[in-house]
């Protein structure tokens, strides 16, 4: 009988006056244990840590609780606080907006979630402070957030009235010549490897590992992305079509779980949560403080293509992407080249893809073919020269060889004292501070570039483009990379779609930064919203193709309602069984992440037993 009947049961049954009154008062007990376990306070709530409380935590992790504001609430002050100032300042900084706990790297999206700060933020700085932070946030029923990098379009690294996990300076880098997992001595054969802290970005990986180490360990594109995010959702980087995904390099993880504990996951220890954040998508499963990853052999040259050609007409415009193709399958579609062309609303082709393992006249015989059909064609300009770059691989990411060969190329950390190696290509200043109108992802399947569908996919991409751009990331779908890395990306928990595809398909758009109590015009809604409605009628026409695509975890829809099944797809119940063993209470809570049904929206109120 459950509870409910069962006091039903009581009180409709003649009792004698104690017995009564002692079962309302276990009643009541139970009643508000049931509504304590549901609802997360808030503060001002009765379940809020009392400020004796709070600074018990601040004892236990050395004094580094702070307390949060965000630099933009000083923006309306006489006069302007410096905060204020140094933020608007910095406003185009992603390592600058990186260091302040109280903001994160996307400024919000429309109808969907803006940025504001947790009440507190634990600077993390080792193991036992993110145990203590996850320690009181389960014992008062906290609402409870992880950062580390803040490049969550989802807005899954910040929440207001919460307690934030901040591991910015968790960054340390190791190099191992032979690694072996904990408790894999006998089972697994020493490798080179790298251990890399939570907190660090991809660039102090790649400046260790490759700048200064000369090998090459798969991860993002993106610079100022944190490690620790990028690999739970599974993680794509330039190079992917050749060495896969980040997360299937992980060998080992350390992970504080819900309970507290500090566990060691690979695939000898703790096997079934190591495979759940290999892709299983990042603050689900627990706090990831450290993790390791495999590291390869570098190759002689890394490059990239770049350029731009616009048809005269739509008739020209339709060829032209027909022609493109069936040049990336015949030419493009192998383990050398990634990255993107994307097919523009106004008839122009914009190529930026890389390539490894290719010189530079290697890369440009490749082009050859296509460049010399495009000069051939009157209805065809070039309107951005098609440039072939290759460079040693070991300088991809070495700041000083780019200011000295090719300034403009990477954009400085131009504060006082910044680390001279932080650096972001300047592709991707675009995106910092970013405010999200609308954001679609598709897996394409490799089916479509056979020759009898070809047709079907080019007009599916033109009819896309008749309502808002598209772009084609190759390097994020594995189909075309070397078996051995399909074989690892199958053992992620990543959606297998990912296996199949020749690329993702991307739609977005954006607005300037728009933090809360920043000056300044605030942003056009109905503008956002006109553009967001534009781009599902853009996926709406690229998925007559690809019906039943599936997204990318990190870079999707904020509002996919079928968020498991695109996701993670058959993987789902085995990564919400995983769930279940270790966080069954959902200490651990993200938008659209493993187990949020169970919760409302906001991840303050459960909605479903389990």
Not at 51 to 65: I, S
Not at 206 to 227: E, N, P, S, W
Not at 519 to 534: E, F, H, I, V
Not at 537 to 547: F, G, S, T
């Amino acid at each position: 009988m459950k509870r409910r009947d069962l006091l039903k049961a009581l009180l409709a049954t003649p009792l004698l006056p104690g017995l009564l009154s002692g079962g309302r008062a276990l009643a009541g007990t139970a009643a508000a244990t049931s509504a304590r376990l549901r609802l997360r306070p808030r503060p001002g709530d009765p379940g809020w840590p009392s400020a004796a409380e709070w600074d018990r935590l601040k004892r236990e992790v050395g004094g580094r609780l702070l307390k949060l504001e965000s630099p933009f609430a000083g923006c309306g002050t006489r006069p302007v606080s410096t905060a204020c100032d140094e933020a608007l300042k910095h406003l185009d900084n992603p390592f600058y907006l990186g260091d302040q706990p109280a903001l994160t790297q996307t400024s919000g999206w429309v109808d969907a979630w803006t940025s504001q700060p947790s009440v507190y933020a634990v600077a993390a700085e080792s193991t036992a402070d993110v145990v203590a932070a996850v320690n009181f946030a389960r014992e008062h029923h906290l609402r409870l957030v992880v950062k580390g990098g803040g490049h969550s379009y989802q807005g899954t690294s910040d929440a207001p009235d919460s307690l934030l996990v901040w591991t910015r300076h968790m960054n340390d880098v190791t190099l191992h010549d032979a690694f072996v997992g904990q408790g894999c001595m006998g089972t697994q054969a020493p490798q080179p490897a790298v251990s890399i802290g939570a907190g660090a970005m991809w660039i102090d990986a790649y400046d260790a590992v490759t700048t200064r180490g000369g090998r090459y360990v798969q991860g993002g594109g993106c610079t100022t992305v944190g490690v620790a995010g990028l690999v739970q959702s599974g993680g794509f980087g330039s190079f992917s079509k050749n060495y896969g995904m980040a997360a299937a390099g992980l060998l080992e993880a350390e992970v504080v779980t819900a309970d507290g504990q500090v566990r060691i996951a690979n695939a000898c220890t703790h096997p079934d949560l190591f495979w759940a954040i290999k892709g299983g998508g990042g603050g689900s499963l627990g706090v990831v403080t450290r993790l390791t990853l495999r590291t390869r052999q570098l190759p002689e040259f890394f490059g990239g293509v770049s350029g731009s050609i616009e048809a005269a007409s739509d008739a020209a415009y339709h060829a032209l992407i027909a022609k493109l193709i069936a040049f990336y399958r015949d030419a493009l579609f192998n383990p050398h080249w990634g990255e993107q062309i994307r097919f523009g609303s106004d008839n122009t082709v914009h190529i930026d893809m890389v390539f490894q393992g290719l010189s530079q006249p290697q890369a440009e015989q490749v082009w050859a073919p296509l460049l010399d059909w495009v000069r051939a064609r009157r209805e065809y300009a070039l309107v951005k020269p098609v440039q072939v770059l290759a460079l040693p691989a070991r300088h991809m990411w070495d700041a000083e060889f780019f200011r000295q060969h090719a300034p403009g190329i990477q954009v400085d950390d131009n504060r006082p004292g910044a680390p001279r190696n932080h650096v972001l290509w300047a592709g991707d200043q675009g995106q910092v501070g970013w405010f999200i109108h609308g954001f679609k992802s598709a897996w394409l399947p490799a089916s479509l570039l056979q020759k009898r569908r070809q047709t079907c996919l080019a007009d599916a991409l033109f009819a896309c483009t008749r309502h808002w751009p598209v772009g084609l990331h190759f390097n994020k779908g594995l189909a075309g990379a070397p078996e051995a890395e399909l074989a690892a990306a199958r053992d992620t928990a990543t959606n297998p779609q990912v296996l199949d595809a020749f690329a993702l398909a991307i739609i977005a758009g954006d607005g300037p930064p728009a933090f809360p109590g920043m000056p300044g015009p605030k942003p056009d809604l109905a503008r956002a919203r006109d553009r967001a409605a534009s781009m599902g009628r853009a996926m709406d026409a690229l998925r007559r193709v690809a019906p039943d695509a599936g997204s990318y975890v990190s870079e999707s829809d904020y509002f996919e309602r079928d968020w498991q099944r695109a996701f993670w797809g058959t993987n789902y119940p085995r990564l919400a069984a995983v769930k279940q063993k270790y966080d069954p209470a959902g200490l651990f809570f993200v938008h659209h992440g493993v187990g949020s049904e169970a919760w409302s929206a906001d991840g303050f109120t459960r909605v479903a037993s389990g």
